[in-house]
C-alpha cells in the first residue's frame, strides 16, 4: 500500500520528533511492504521566519494533496510579541479550518509501568481508559468579532463564543458513535448553567442521544468534570465537549499519565486528510537538546495506522513495541528522575524500532 504524508516539523522539538516518526514509519513500510512517500512544509514559526505567513499556501496545498498529516508542535517565545492573528498558533488553527478538522481525538490511558509518574494515586489511576473527544472548529477560538476596541483605561477586548446546532450534532454524533464502540457511555462536557451556548449543547445531545439507545449517557458541568478528572478519571469512557472546555480537559488529563509526553491526539475530519499530533507543544526549553519524549508522537501514528490508513495490525504492533519498551524500563528525562535510566530522543526510537521487528516477526 502507498500512502503520502505530509510533515509539518514545526517549532521547537517538532522537528525532532518529526525525525522520530519518520524512521518509525519507514520501518513499518520495510516490514509490511508499504511504501510512505514524505512531504515536507512548514508551519507556524518557522513559516513565519521564512514566508512571513504561520500558514504558507504551499503548506496547505500540500495538505490537502496528502492522505495524512503529521505535526511536531508549533510556537515559542520567539514570535510571542507579534499581533495575535501573525502568531505561529494562528498557522494550526488554519490548518484545522482549512481542512475541516472538526473532531479532535485524545485518549487517554496508562501504562501500568509509569504509575509511578503520575502525580496522582495508583488507585485512582489504576485501569483508566477514556477518550476526549473536542469539537475543533467552532466556539470562541474562530467567533466573531474578535477585536480590541477603545483606548487607555476604556481599552476593551472581545472574544466570541458561537456555535450553530449542525457544529453541535456533529461532533456529538461522533462521541455517541466512539461511545458505541467502547464501554456504551458518554459524558457531555458543558456550562448550561452559564452560558447559551450550552444550553445548545446540552439540548442537541438530548437530540442525537434518540438515535443511539445502547449508550447510557449524562451532562456533566466543565468545573465538576476537572475535579471528577482528578478524583475519579475510571467513571469516564467518552467526553464530548466543544473547543476550549476539551483543550483544558484534555491537558489535565495528561497529566493522569505522568506527562504531556505520552498523549497523542488525532483531528479528523469528514472525507479529507487527517492530521496528528503530540498534544506536548513545542517545548522551546529543551529543543535541540535531544532529550524530548518522542512516544506521544509515535501513538499519534498508531491513531495514523487506525483512522487514515485503515492498518489495525500495523498500528497494534507499534502500540505494543511502545508498550513493551517502557515494560523494560526505558524511559526519557520527563518520565524519571533517575538519571542512569533516561535515553536521549534518538535512543528511545531505536528502541521502538528494535521491539516493532519482534512484533512483526511474523509478517
Given at each position: 500500500?502507498?500512502?503520502?504524508?505530509?510533515?509539518?516539523?514545526?517549532?521547537?522539538?517538532?522537528?525532532?520528533?518529526?525525525?522520530?516518526a519518520t524512521k518509525v514509519l519507514n520501518e513499518i513500510a520495510r516490514l509490511y511492504k508499504h511504501e510512505f512517500e514524505f512531504v515536507y512544509g512548514d508551519l507556524g514559526g518557522v513559516a513565519?521566519?521564512?514566508?512571513?505567513?504561520?500558514?504558507?499556501?504551499?503548506?496547505?496545498?500540500?495538505?490537502?494533496?496528502?492522505?495524512?498529516?503529521?505535526?511536531?508542535?508549533?510556537?515559542?517565545?520567539?514570535?510571542?510579541?507579534?499581533?495575535?492573528?501573525?502568531?505561529?498558533?494562528?498557522?494550526?488553527?488554519?490548518?484545522?479550518?482549512?481542512?475541516?478538522?472538526?473532531?479532535?481525538?485524545?485518549?487517554?490511558?496508562?501504562?501500568?509501568?509509569?504509575?509511578?509518574?503520575?502525580?496522582?494515586?495508583?488507585?485512582?489511576?489504576?485501569?483508566?481508559?477514556?477518550?476526549?473527544?473536542?469539537?475543533?472548529?467552532?466556539?470562541?477560538?474562530?467567533?466573531?468579532?474578535?477585536?480590541?476596541?477603545?483606548?487607555?483605561?476604556?481599552?476593551?477586548?472581545?472574544?466570541?463564543?458561537?456555535?450553530?446546532?449542525?457544529?453541535?450534532?456533529?461532533?456529538?454524533?461522533?462521541?455517541?458513535?466512539?461511545?458505541?464502540?467502547?464501554?456504551?457511555?458518554?459524558?457531555?462536557?458543558?456550562?448550561?448553567?452559564?452560558?447559551?451556548?450550552?444550553?445548545?449543547?446540552?439540548?442537541?445531545?438530548?437530540?442525537?442521544?434518540?438515535?443511539?439507545?445502547?449508550?447510557?449517557?449524562?451532562?456533566?458541568?466543565?468545573?465538576?468534570?476537572?475535579?471528577?478528572?482528578?478524583?475519579?478519571?475510571?467513571?469516564?469512557?467518552?467526553?464530548?465537549?466543544?473547543?476550549?472546555?476539551?483543550?483544558?480537559?484534555?491537558?489535565?488529563?495528561?497529566?493522569?499519565?505522568?506527562?504531556?509526553?505520552?498523549?497523542?491526539?488525532?483531528?479528523?475530519?469528514?472525507?479529507?486528510?487527517?492530521?496528528?499530533?503530540?498534544?506536548?507543544?513545542?517545548?522551546?526549553?529543551?529543543?535541540?537538546?535531544?532529550?524530548?519524549?518522542?512516544?506521544?508522537?509515535?501513538?499519534?501514528?498508531?491513531?495514523?495506522?487506525?483512522?487514515?490508513?485503515?492498518?489495525?495490525?500495523?498500528?497494534?504492533?507499534?502500540?505494543?513495541?511502545?508498550?513493551?519498551?517502557?515494560?523494560?524500563?526505558?524511559?526519557?528525562?520527563?518520565?524519571?528522575?533517575?538519571?542512569?535510566?533516561?535515553?536521549?530522543?534518538?535512543?528511545?526510537?531505536?528502541?521502538?524500532?528494535?521491539?516493532?521487528?519482534?512484533?512483526?516477526?511474523?509478517?
Amino acid at each position: 500500500m502507498k500512502k503520502r504524508i505530509a510533515i509539518l516539523p514545526g517549532d521547537g522539538i517538532g522537528p525532532e520528533v518529526c525525525e522520530s516518526a519518520t524512521k518509525v514509519l519507514n520501518e513499518i513500510a520495510r516490514l509490511y511492504k508499504h511504501e510512505f512517500e514524505f512531504v515536507y512544509g512548514d508551519l507556524g514559526g518557522v513559516a513565519i521566519d521564512k514566508t512571513g505567513s504561520p500558514l504558507p499556501e504551499e503548506t496547505l496545498s500540500i495538505c490537502k494533496q496528502s492522505d495524512a498529516v503529521l505535526l511536531g508542535a508549533v510556537g515559542g517565545p520567539k514570535w510571542e510579541t507579534l499581533p495575535g492573528h501573525q502568531r505561529p498558533e494562528q498557522g494550526l488553527l488554519g490548518l484545522r479550518k482549512q481542512l475541516e478538522l472538526f473532531a479532535n481525538l485524545r485518549p487517554v490511558t496508562i501504562y501500568d509501568s509509569l504509575a509511578e509518574a503520575s502525580p496522582l494515586k495508583n488507585e485512582i489511576i489504576e485501569g483508566v481508559d477514556l477518550l476526549i473527544l473536542r469539537e475543533l472548529t467552532g466556539g470562541i477560538y474562530f467567533g466573531e468579532p474578535r477585536e480590541r476596541r477603545g483606548e487607555g483605561a476604556q481599552e476593551t477586548a472581545i472574544d466570541t463564543l458561537v456555535y450553530s446546532r449542525s457544529e453541535i450534532e456533529r461532533i456529538v454524533r461522533k462521541g455517541f458513535e466512539f461511545a458505541k464502540e467502547r464501554r456504551g457511555q458518554l459524558t457531555s462536557v458543558d456550562k448550561a448553567n452559564v452560558l447559551e451556548s450550552s444550553r445548545l449543547w446540552r439540548e442537541t445531545v438530548d437530540e442525537v442521544a434518540k438515535d443511539y439507545p445502547e449508550v447510557t449517557y449524562s451532562h456533566m458541568l466543565v468545573d465538576n468534570a476537572a475535579m471528577q478528572l482528578i478524583r475519579n478519571p475510571r467513571q469516564f469512557d467518552v467526553m464530548v465537549t466543544e473547543n476550549m472546555f476539551g483543550d483544558i480537559l484534555s491537558d489535565e488529563a495528561s497529566m493522569i499519565t505522568g506527562s504531556l509526553g505520552m498523549l497523542p491526539s488525532a483531528s479528523m475530519s469528514q472525507d479529507g486528510p487527517g492530521l496528528f499530533e503530540p498534544i506536548h507543544g513545542s517545548a522551546p526549553d529543551i529543543a535541540g537538546k535531544g532529550i524530548a519524549n518522542p512516544l506521544a508522537t509515535l501513538s499519534s501514528l498508531t491513531m495514523m495506522l487506525t483512522f487514515a490508513f485503515q492498518m489495525p495490525d500495523e498500528a497494534n504492533a507499534l502500540q505494543e513495541a511502545i508498550h513493551d519498551v517502557l515494560e523494560k524500563g526505558y524511559r526519557t528525562a520527563d518520565l524519571t528522575n533517575d538519571q542512569s535510566k533516561v535515553l536521549s530522543t534518538v535512543e528511545m526510537t531505536d528502541r521502538v524500532i528494535e521491539a516493532l521487528g519482534e512484533k512483526a516477526v511474523n509478517v
